[in-house]
């Protein structure tokens, strides 16, 4: 039998698009899965579409929390997961129906801690926006090269787009109160998983909403930005990677834009 996957979704006034993310995970050709719907205190009538939903399926389990966040939706789900395999995804997003089918019959194949894959961006009224390569092709980077990258501004920071064993990931925290937070988590994980293989197909659907939370933006995400770059770099003493040059890149990347916004 296929391992189990365990996927956690954050949910917060999301009664607009959250059936199309459900069904996209529920119709996942990789059928060995628990769906982890963390209700974030919404205010409409997401609770009980994520109810109703539950009722159908015995792979979906629900919890109610007071609003924190994503990171303490997620920090909640990834104390409840018991299969082998994590991943999550935005509510406002969804995948393709093979995504985990493909994604972990690579991990297995070439015995892998952690792989991410790319995606297409759709607008509101979901129109085709763009779409990351889709050549097939998988690409190993080393934890440093990765983070350098990431520094860079070019490498992915998303953890939607990614699934990891729980080994790595299950009693990692998510820091909460800021936004920006997966830029530091994904830099600790990196460093726990001795880098990451991305797998160039865009299987994740992000949808660009206006309205949606996980996308809001405003000068001070900036002042986060900053405050995890802090981190990051406070984190990073303790390895021996030649990342001086990215760093200083990122930090003035970011009060430039600190400084237009």
Known sequence: MKKKLSIIIPVYNAEAFLPRCIESILNQTYRNLEILLVNDGSKDDSLQICLQ???????ILIFDKSNGGAASARNLGLKHVTGEYIGFCDSDDFFDEDTFSSLINIMEENNLPTIECLSKTYNDN???????DDSRELEYWTAEDAIRQIFLRKGNVSLSTRVTKAE???????????????????????????????????FYNFVSSEGSVTRSGGGSIYLDAIYFYDKACEYLKDYSYDLKNA????????????SIS
């Not at 939903?53 to 792979?59: C, F, I, L, V």
């Not at 979901?126 to 990351?132: H, T």
């Open 126 to 132: 979901l129109e085709f926006v763009k779409s990351d």
């Open 168 to 202: 790595y990931i299950k009693d990692l925290c998510i820091p909460e109160g800021r936004r920006v937070e997966d830029f530091y988590f994904t830099i600790c994980l990196l460093t726990r998983t001795g880098g990451t293989t991305v797998y160039k197909y865009p």
């Open 53 to 59: 939903y539950a009722k159908t399926d015995s792979r």
């Open 247 to 258: 760093q200083i890149y990122y930090l003035l990347k970011i009060y430039y834009l600190l």
